[in-house]
């Protein structure tokens, strides 16, 4: 996934109302309102909320930013631009506006411009305003909501959700009726990362946080909470995980037995049942390695 830095304390960038901000006092600007509410009733405040989730449109400054190098391996939140988006929630009116035949009645506009940015929304496709898409990305009739980052080159196919402040990679396929949550509040919490090559199939549900890495595979159906229990079964003892995805791992739906006090049920688990093959190119291996564990897309 292509790394968009953070603002850097040299940029200055101009909000909604003219004023403008280097990038450390936009920052500190962000801090002081959400801590007291009662200054975004200061032009100054609200103009820095406006700035950011400019910011956020274009791509400048991301909720999280991926590692620098593979020794660093973790992704860092920036916890102020999700403040920036939950105030600009409460700053905004419900307004209603329309775009071609559809009509709609909201805080938040759907993004524009879309062509200039060499994206491709097929109706009634939506990306929120605050969202941003590199070029080449597609979205079929699905959603991408506030705060989310889709990278180059992936597809987010029909009826499939980006929820807010989701990271998606480059080249990712989110099959039909993907559902990738959001992750606002608490505004230091990780948000769901979807890294580069990824392929999600049908109705596949990733939620809290959770981390899917490169090139990994999840059958369709696969439900990833932070409390689902992912077990490798590849070896001759199951090795448990709890909150990520290994590379290149393939991944399928499960139970596992548990006692309650009324007595046994299977509950639902996720199964690493391989990897997908360095052999295959990576566009047909999306599938192939689905099918070469007799998994269903």
């Not at 609200?46 to 909720?63: C, N, P, S, Y």
């Not at 995980?241 to 393939?250: D, F, L, M, N, T």
Request: glycine share 12%.
């Amino acid at each position: 996934m292509d790394s968009s830095p953070e603002v850097t304390n040299a940029s200055v960038r101009e909000a909604g109302d003219g004023a403008e901000f280097d990038a450390s006092a936009l920052k500190q600007k962000i801090e002081a309102a959400f801590a007291n509410r009662a200054l975004l009733g200061e032009p100054d405040y609200a103009a820095a909320v406006e700035a950011t989730i400019a910011l956020l449109d274009r791509g400048e400054v991301r909720v999280a930013t991926p590692p620098a190098s593979a020794a660093e391996d973790r992704w860092t939140v920036h916890a102020w631009v999700k403040q920036a988006i939950l105030m600009y929630f409460g700053l905004r009116k419900m307004e209603s506006f329309e775009v071609g035949p559809l009509a709609f009645h909201d805080k938040i506009p759907v993004k524009t411009d879309l062509a200039g940015q060499g994206v491709r929304v097929v109706p009634p496709g939506t990306v929120r305003y605050g969202a941003f898409l590199e070029r080449g990305a597609i979205v079929m009739p699905g959603y991408v909501n506030i705060g989310a980052y889709v990278g180059a080159g992936t597809m987010v196919d029909t009826w499939a959700t980006v929820g807010s402040c989701a990271q998606i990679g480059c080249n990712v396929h989110l099959s039909g009726g993907v559902g990738i949550g959001g992750v606002l509040e608490p505004p230091q919490a990780a948000p769901v990362i979807i890294e580069d090559g990824a392929f999600l199939g049908s109705r596949a549900i990733v939620v809290e946080g959770v981390r899917v890495r490169k090139e990994a595979v999840l059958g369709a159906g696969v439900v990833l909470t932070a409390s689902t229990t992912i077990i490798d079964v590849t070896g001759s003892e199951p090795i448990e995980s709890k909150g990520e995805i290994p590379e290149r791992a393939v991944v399928i739906p499960g139970t596992r037995a548990k006692k309650f006090p009324a007595g046994e049920f299977h509950i639902p688990c996720a199964l690493i049942i391989g990897t997908r093959k360095a052999s295959t190119d990576q566009k047909t291996s999306l599938n192939e390695a689905l099918r070469d564990f007799g998994v269903a897309v």
